[in-house]
């Protein structure tokens, strides 16, 4: 963390904030009477409202219902206290709970739901700076889509990950415990009560996702972004550093909203660049390209599912955190964070220094001096724990965009399917198709299927149109009886997405899906499809010919079938929203910046 100064001195050089217009606007008493008597009805006093000074949202994620980020609900008191010594005035108030494990059907549909709440509160009250809290998997993208869309000084607070999880003496990583615990049950090394207790060993403390899942990737791209305080990402929730960077986060806000420091000047096409390629080097999630496209989107900066293979791709890996690597949030924090991945790649050219952040400061000046305190956890750039670690963006006959985590492709995946030594990026297979998800547990262990160790698995029917808000599904365990056998993992192509803290080299969010006219509803169980990394190919070896004639029958039987809404946001989302290559966004919201 570094004591930056705020300066509260030089305010607004004639500038009025906004919040003047609700509560000091003598050429409209009568509705400045009636917001001042109302927020003043809890203790608020007059002179405070009308004291001139910025008057900060903090937006609050946590919840008794949403568990990653209750622990926001301690560290906003200290946020306050951060605000009100610089001189501002805090208001607090909920935003749109989501539990990534706790939301059904997917907690992918609230992400928009929850961004366009944000949008409406930040617009429609009278805020002058926001603090965003946030923390499990999508409060982060919601909040920075919704800071991006409203364009007001905004700092993102990170809430932590939970402490390490231990179980006979090894760390055990939330969610990626639950792959691994899963494949213990089938196999039928563990019963119900061990599974839940492994499971559990998992989640030591309040904080979010100790592994490199989508949270502790979402918090580490935002400060890569600038969005958040240098250092403050990856601090675990219950350490005191957290409660401090919560009070310089308040502290910092209202100097970000003397200075008019937007998310405009912060959020660039560099710093998505940044971002991209701290993704890598973190090995994040692959969830990261659907939410920093979609910020990106709403901010108005081009940026493409291609940039993330040219510009990230060729980025090593550097941070040996689960489900890539062995370690936790708690080493992660110790061994540096994200400054000192920064500082590495900064050494190789790989960072838009100049790129502002919320301080004030570039990221260059934040992070330069940054070192590693633990090789083990964060490696040096010279001695990468693998080279090339970035996102594969595939394309052809099955869908225009799907992308491939190369950071997980594990030893014993590599040798059964990119072995052939003249082409090691290559490989072909006859595939098994599933649509949906129910689908997929009804038949996975049926012995009648015909399955064997080189077979792919299609997961269909599972993007942001089919199961709306596209579910986390892709990464399908093969059948009990390869288990057994020995076989951990069968390639897994669909166009859902999967969680961050799975280790499948899975090939996801296929776009378009199925459901909105994308090649994979063409497919058919025992096809054969053509994977070639290096090309960046994904094709089913099937002749045009064919595909038209099934096409024609798939149009004759009124298109690929899906089910029906349960509520009425799967409705209207399904009307409104993208594919997930360029964000899976609301369309008709992208206009608003
Ligand atoms: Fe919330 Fe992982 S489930 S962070
Ligand atoms: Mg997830």
Redesign the pocket.
Known sequence: MTDDSVNTDDIRNGRTLRSRAWFDDPSNADMTALYLERYMNFGISLEELQSGKPIIGIAQSGSDLSP?NRHHLVLAERVREGIREAGGIAIEFPVHPI???GKRPTAGLDRNLSYLGLVEILFGYPLDGVVLTI???KTTPAALMAAATVNMPAIALSVGPMLNGWHKGERTG??TIVWKARELLAAGEIDYQGFIKLVASSAPSTG??NTM?T?TTMNSLTEALGMSLPGSAAIPAPYRDRQEAAYRTGRQIVEMVHADRKPSDIMTREAFVNAIRVNSAIGGSTNAPIHINAIARHMGVELKIEDWESEGRKVPLLVNLQPAGEYLGEDYYRAGGVPAVIAQLMGQGLIHENALTVNGRSIGDNCRDATIEDERVIHPFDDALRPDAGFSVLHGNLFDSAIMKLSVISDEFRERFLSDPDDPWAFEGRVVVFDGPEDYHARIDDPALDVDERTLLIMRGAGPVGYPGAAEVVNMRPPAKLLKMGIHALPCMGDGRQSGTSGSPSILNASPEAAAGGGLALLRTGDRIRIDLNKGEANMLVSDEELDRRRKELEAAGGFAYPGSQTPWQEMQRGVTGQMGTGAVLEPAVKYQ
């Open positions: 990653c539990q990534e494990t923390g499990c998997d939330s969610g979010y996702c899942g949270a």
